[in-house]
């Protein structure tokens, strides 16, 4: 017969309110959502200028060029991430920085 081990997880009470948690995700996304817009706000002249440029330079699509440009600015591959430095981006990260370093 194998030994079975079993593991009991402990549960540690602390002196948060109970809602706290979901307050402060509330208004993580608030923020997040404010930063998000923001980008939006600067990202779109950008990306709509060089879908411009696509379809007059490279022969395509308005379509394709605008799905091309779609995630300009975002994260992924070695493309920049782009407004992550406006005052609403700044804001979400202190409070997401204040609370992680409170734990």
Known sequence: MKPVLIFTAIVISTSMPVGFAEDQDAVQQQLD????????????????????????????????????????????GDQRVLFYDLPECEKAWNYRRSYRSAD
């Open 33 to 76: 959502q404010a930063c998000e817009a923001a980008r939006l706000e600067k990202l779109r002249p950008i990306r709509e200028k060089y879908a411009a440029e696509c379809v007059a330079e490279w022969d395509r699509s308005q379509e394709y060029c605008d799905r091309f440009y779609s995630d300009y600015g975002n994260a992924g």
